[in-house]
């Protein structure tokens, strides 16, 4: 029975990453397959092939970007976005909207973006309780005012994310003294939170040192 309960753990360490793996690649493929319902029906792969191959949406998907980077990199193209940007922005429900999630994907997409920019240790959500986190800013305008309010401390911007999705967490303004800056990659700490702190940063290294210590 201890073979047998070893080899089923074995059999799960290698099976489950690869099948979590290939799900998520499914749906990526049939997520942007849905974008072949953009084209007129006789233009679609299938019907043109006679059978269904997955995967021509992705095409169709990195074309459409390709294209519409390549228009919005020129002199006209900035201005129409420009135009689109300031046409949206009147609109009132659409503005509050647009306005966020395009500030966010600047952040996330553009060359000078740095949307997390150091990895810290942090005590949360209560003393001696640590957890990693992310600096994504300092304060500024009104909320940094408030939070001086005459003292010389200074507060940056921290997302704690959550586990296993790091997608989901708080943001919180704290102060840079309560923050330990980790000599790890923005990557290394991300993978750290995901895997629950079994994929250590450093890799097999790191193991070895941390037991030999």
Not at 84 to 99: E, F, G, K, Q, T
Not at 168 to 195: H, P, Q, R, T
Request: proline share 6%; charged share 15%.
């Amino acid at each position: 029975m201890k073979s047998i309960r070893k080899w089923l753990l074995a059999g799960l360490l290698v099976i489950v990453p690869v099948m979590v793996t290939l799900w998520v690649l499914d749906w990526i493929v049939s997520s942007l397959d849905k974008t072949l319902q953009i084209l007129p029906g006789d233009w679609h792969p299938d019907k043109l092939i006679g059978f269904h191959i997955p995967g021509f949406g992705v095409l169709l998907a990195l074309a459409i970007l390709l294209v519409v980077g390549a228009a919005a990199s020129n002199f006209l193209g900035k201005k129409l976005v420009s135009w689109w940007d300031a046409l949206l922005n009147r609109i009132p429900v659409v503005r509050s909207i647009y306005s966020s999630v395009k500030q966010v994907s600047d952040t996330l997409f553009s060359d000078s973006g740095n949307a997390f920019r150091t990895a810290v240790l942090v005590q949360w959500p209560r003393e001696n309780v640590w957890t990693i986190a992310f600096i994504t800013g300092t304060p500024v305008g009104e909320v940094a005012s408030h939070l001086k309010n005459g003292s010389a401390d200074e507060f940056v911007s921290v997302y704690v994310p959550t586990t296993p999705n790091p997608t989901g967490g708080y943001f919180v303004l704290l102060k840079k003294s309560d923050c330990i800056e980790l000599k790890m990659s923005v990557d290394e700490a991300l993978k750290y939170i995901v895997s629950m702190g079994v994929v250590v940063p450093g890799g097999p290294a790191a193991l070895s040192t941390s037991a030999a210590k």
